[in-house]
C-alpha cells in the first residue's frame, strides 16, 4: 500500500500567463488597463503599518459598509471573499451538495468543472446554440444546482435578465448562482432580484471592472439565510481571510463612483472601436457585453494568430478546446494597446494570406 492511492488528485485550473516582462501587451487575462481610483493609492500611502500586527476584522467592516452604500443592500445579504474565485468556490461547496448534476453552459468560465471535480459534485454541461446563448429549457431538468456567468466568459455574450429570471423562478429547489464578473462592461445585473427570489446568489468581483486583482476581492449578493450558510462554510476554512488592507484599499475604491464609470465608459468605447477595426480586418464574433472580444478569423487560423502575437509580444488567450479551438478572447486594453494589436494582426494577416 502507497499513501499516494490515497491522495486527493485534481487537475487544477490554468490562469493566464502573468509575464515578467512588462513591455508585454498583456491582453489575456481581463484585466483593467487603467489604475485603481486615486484614493486607493492616497490610503495605501497613509496606511499605518503598526496596525497589522493586530487580526483583521472577519466582516470586513469598512468595505461591507462601501459595498451596501453602493449597491443599496444590507450587511446580511453581502459575503465578502477573496476574489470571487473564492467565493465561488464556497458557494459550489455550501450549496452545490445534492447527488442530482449541478448545469452550466459547455462554453464557460473553465474554474466551475475544476471545483466541481474537487468537491466530486456531479455535473452537467449544457449546450449554447450556435450564436453562443443559453437555452433556458436545458435549465429547468432536475439539478443539484445552476451556474451561469452573465455576460458569459470567453464569448463576452450577455443574456436577458427575463431569461435568467425564467430558469431561477423555475428552480425553486435549487440555488442559482449568476456569476457576473463583467456586469458592469454593458450587462443587466440580476442584483434587482435577490428580494423576490431566495435562491438567487449574485457574484462579482472588483478585478476587472474596479482594476483591483492584485488585491483578491469578490462578493456575493443574496438572501440573508444563502449569505448565512456561506459563511458558515467559510469561517469554517478561516475566520480572517480578508486582509486589512483589501479592506482599506477595497472601500477607498468602492467610494469613488465617478472614477470607476468613467473607467468603465472608457473601456466601453474602446471595445466599440476594436469591434469595427477587427470587422474590417475579417474577424467575426458574438456581441461582446464584456470587457473582452471573442474572435475568430476567416481565413488565418486562431492558433497561428495567437502564436504570431506573442512573438510580437501581445499576449491574447486561446484554448484548444471542441467548439472555440479557432477563437482569441482579447481583453480590452487602453487605446494604445488596441492600435497596436491591430497593426500587428494587419502585418500577420498579410503574411497568411501571401503564404496561401
Ligand atoms: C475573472 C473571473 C472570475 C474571478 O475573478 P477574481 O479575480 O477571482 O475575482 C470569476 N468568474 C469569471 C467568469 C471570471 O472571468
Redesign the pocket.
Known amino acids: 500500500m502507497n499513501w499516494e492511492e490515497n491522495v486527493r488528485k485534481v487537475t487544477p485550473y490554468i490562469p493566464g500567463e502573468q509575464p515578467a516582462d512588462v513591455n508585454v501587451i498583456k491582453l489575456n487575462t ?1 484585466e483593467c488597463p487603467y489604475p485603481p481610483a486615486p484614493g486607493v493609492k492616497e490610503k495605501a500611502e497613509s496606511f499605518d503599518c503598526s496596525s497589522l500586527r493586530l487580526y483583521p476584522d472577519t466582516e470586513a467592516g469598512k468595505l461591507s459598509d462601501a459595498l451596501c452604500g453602493y449597491y443599496n443592500i444590507r450587511p446580511e445579504q453581502l459575503f465578502i471573499g477573496v ?3 473564492d467565493v ?1 468556490a464556497m458557494a459550489f461547496l455550501t450549496f452545490f451538495h445534492s447527488e442530482k448534476p449541478v448545469f452550466f453552459p459547455d462554453i464557460t ?1 473553465s474554474f466551475y468543472d475544476v471545483w466541481a471535480e474537487l468537491y466530486r459534485i456531479p455535473y452537467k454541461r449544457k449546450c449554447l446554440d450556435e450564436k453562443f446563448h443559453i437555452r433556458k429549457e436545458d435549465y429547468k431538468e432536475e439539478n443539484g444546482g445552476i451556474i451561469i ?1 452573465n455576460p458569459n ?1 470567453p464569448t463576452g455574450v450577455a443574456e436577458k435578465l427575463g431569461v435568467l429570471e425564467d430558469i431561477i423562478a423555475s428552480n425553486p429547489g435549487s440555488v442559482v448562482i449568476i ?1 457576473e ?1 463583467y456586469v458592469d462592461f454593458g450587462g443587466e445585473s440580476c442584483l434587482p432580484l435577490i428580494d423576490k427570489y431566495d435562491n438567487l446568489l449574485v457574484v462579482q ?1 472588483f ?2 471592472s474596479r482594476a483591483l ?1 492584485g488585491l ?1 476581492i ?1 462578493f456575493a449578493m443574496g438572501n440573508p439565510r444563502l449569505i448565512r450558510y456561506l459563511k458558515d462554510v467559510k469561517f469554517s476554512f478561516n475566520s480572517y481571510t480578508m486582509n486589512m488592507l483589501s479592506v482599506e484599499l477595497g472601500a477607498e475604491a468602492v467610494k469613488d463612483a465617478g472614477y470607476f464609470k468613467d473607467t468603465v465608459n472608457k473601456i466601453i468605447a474602446t471595445r466599440e472601436r476594436a469591434k469595427e477595426e477587427l470587422q474590417e480586418l475579417g474577424f467575426t464574433f458574438p456581441d461582446s457585453k464584456a470587457n473582452f472580444i471573442f474572435a475568430s478569423h476567416k481565413e488565418v487560423a486562431a492558433k497561428t494568430i495567437f502564436q504570431e502575437l506573442r512573438k510580437r509580444g501581445i499576449y491574447v488567450r486561446y484554448w484548444e478546446k471542441p467548439r472555440i479551438e479557432n477563437f482569441l478572447r482579447i481583453t480590452v486594453g487602453t487605446d494604445n494597446q488596441m492600435d497596436a494589436l491591430i497593426r500587428s494582426l494587419k502585418e500577420i494577416i498579410k503574411i497568411e494570406r501571401e503564404k496561401n
Do not use: F, I, Q, V
Request: aromatic share 6%.
Open positions: 481581463n476574489g470571487s474565485d465561488l468560465y456567468p466568459a456569476d464578473a468581483t478585478s476587472k486583482a483578491r469578490g
